[in-house]
């Protein structure tokens, strides 16, 4: 259960059976706690478990910032304990330039969701590019086919929406993510939201792409292809052109990393413009040819945010009160933080 400290000073704790957790250390009932100054200038790596019989006791660290959601990484400066009340919106800093990256020695968690959409959005269109064939729903004899060409009848078309819809559920998380990353880094807001929004048009525009076919929604279906391919290499883009702007920006993964988004953020936009060039010119099979790398190339730009992902040791779930919602009772938390 969750339970507020004393009022002066305000902390937050967490009892789970005869343990405590106060302020992120565990720590037995009976037990005193080291200086309250100690505590707030630990860092969470130097929290060492608890064991409890056959079993331990993780330290659960308690950040808080304003917002939703706070993404914890090498780069992002030791979390202090802050009052247990609405008003706690210290934000982290960006980074101070200069300073060394620090070898986590393996790639958290949140690094498999990039990767896991590649792979998810690549097999699965090929999927249904083998299932349209094997059913005849495409004659190759007549041309290469589009990509919504093969989703266009069922059973494919079934297995095009859902490859679609879980991508862009998936993208759309991470543009999240990738937002609150690039906060703790210092960008400016409303260039943070630019690159957000760009993104989050993009996942809409896939989910329509999926949902609308071409024979049944042909110009719902074509605005929601250029959310996905237009937009959605504008997010890649503005990203490019902020690590270019921002000469302190962290710049995780190899030094090839960066050159490599380069040359297929623009290989993807050349095709982009060859393909709809190529479809006024009735040179439909080629047209279609350009569109599958474009998207191939999307794909495999979206999972190398894992390498930008590989620094983040977990993200926090923070949930408060509005201002005019109604004052929580005296034994409930006014703000509650669950790690993910």
């Known amino acids: 259960m969750f339970s507020a400290g004393s009022p002066s000073p305000p902390t937050c704790s967490l009892a789970v059976g005869n343990w405590e957790a106060s302020v992120g250390r565990i720590r037995a009932p009976g037990s005193r706690p080291?200086?309250?100054?100690?505590?707030?200038?630990?860092?969470?790596?130097?929290?060492?478990?608890?064991?409890?019989?056959?079993?331990?006791?993780?330290?659960?660290?308690?950040?808080?910032?304003?917002?939703?959601?706070?993404?914890?990484?090498a780069d992002s400066p030791a979390p202090t304990a802050q009052p247990c009340s609405p008003n706690s919106h210290a934000a982290p800093g960006p980074r101070e330039?200069?300073?060394?990256?620090?070898?986590?020695?393996?790639?958290?968690?949140?690094?498999?969701?990039?990767?896991?959409?590649?792979?998810?959005?690549?097999?699965?269109?090929w999927t249904v590019f083998s299932l349209a064939v094997v059913n005849k729903a495409v004659n190759l004899t007549d041309g290469f086919p589009y990509i919504s060409v093969c989703g266009n009848v069922p059973p494919q078309s079934c297995i095009f929406s859902q490859v679609l819809n879980i991508g862009a559920a998936s993208a759309a998380w991470i543009c999240i993510l990738r937002y609150y990353q690039l906060r703790d880094w210092g960008v400016r807001k409303w260039h943070n939201q630019v690159i957000l929004w760009t993104g989050l048009l993009c996942a809409l525009g896939t989910s329509i792409v999926g949902n609308f076919q071409e024979k049944n929604q042909r110009a719902t279906h074509l605005t929601g292809a250029f959310l996905a391919f237009f937009v959605g290499i504008l997010y890649f883009w503005l990203q490019?052109?902020?690590?270019?702007?921002?000469?302190?920006?962290?710049?995780?993964?190899?030094?090839?990393?960066?050159?490599?988004?380069?040359?297929?953020?623009?290989?993807c936009f050349i095709l982009e413009v060859a393909m709809v060039v190529l479809h006024s010119?009735?040179?439909?099979?080629?047209?279609?040819?350009?569109?599958?790398?474009?998207?191939?190339?999307?794909f495999i730009l979206f999972g190398l945010l894992a390498v930008d992902f590989s620094r983040l040791d977990g993200c926090t779930l923070c949930l408060q009160p509005g201002s005019g919602s109604l004052r929580p009772p005296p034994d409930s938390p006014t703000s509650l933080h669950v790690q993910l």
């Open 281 to 298: 010119w009735s040179m439909r099979s080629i047209s279609a040819i350009c569109e599958w790398v474009a998207a191939m190339l999307l």
């Open 240 to 267: 490019l052109f902020l690590s270019w702007r921002m000469k302190n920006l962290p710049q995780p993964g190899a030094p090839w990393i960066g050159p490599l988004r380069l040359v297929l953020c623009s290989a």
């Open 34 to 73: 080291g200086p309250a100054a100690s505590r707030q200038k630990r860092h969470p790596a130097e929290w060492a478990p608890v064991g409890l019989g056959s079993h331990s006791l993780r330290s659960v660290p308690l950040v808080f910032d304003r917002g939703l959601w706070l993404c914890r990484g």
């Open 97 to 125: 330039p200069g300073r060394a990256w620090t070898d986590p020695g393996m790639w958290g968690y949140l690094s498999l969701l990039p990767m896991c959409l590649a792979f998810w959005a690549i097999a699965g269109i």
